[in-house]
């Protein structure tokens, strides 16, 4: 079966920096899309930021030109830069991907979330 492991998470002061990463791994073909959504407490999950096989990349408003989506494909691994960060940030962070399993069909995984605390 697919699965997804985040890690990364913490505590972290008002105005710095935190990286997450999310790995999958079993029996995966390929890809097709991996993200970040985040959830708070009383608030609905939302989406932080998704990036595609072919490279595009999706931010929501909140956090354009303070967060970075990337991946390594070898690794089949994406990464969330997160600069700048405010306490309106704090929540529950959750990696979601669209897999093609080895059987050709897609899945969609989700992981079980690390907690992102930005306070001082």
């Known amino acids: 079966q697919v699965q997804l492991v985040e890690s990364g998470g913490g505590l972290v002061q008002p105005g710095g920096s935190l990286r997450l990463s999310c790995a999958a791994s079993?029996?995966?073909?390929?890809?097709?899309?991996m993200g970040w959504y985040r959830q708070a407490p009383g608030k609905e999950r939302e989406l932080v930021a998704a990036?595609?096989?072919?490279?595009?990349?999706n931010y929501a408003d909140s956090v354009k030109g303070r967060f970075t989506i990337s991946r390594d494909n070898t690794k089949n691994t994406v990464y969330l830069q997160m600069n700048s960060l405010k306490p309106e940030d704090t929540a529950v962070y959750s990696c979601?991907?669209?897999?093609?399993?080895?059987?050709?069909?897609?899945?969609?995984?989700w992981g079980q979330g690390t907690l992102v605390t930005v306070s001082s």
């Open positions: 079993g029996s995966i073909f390929s890809i097709n899309l």
């Open positions: 990036i595609i096989s072919g490279g595009r990349k």
């Open positions: 979601n991907a669209f897999v093609v399993a080895d059987n050709y069909r897609t899945l969609e995984v």
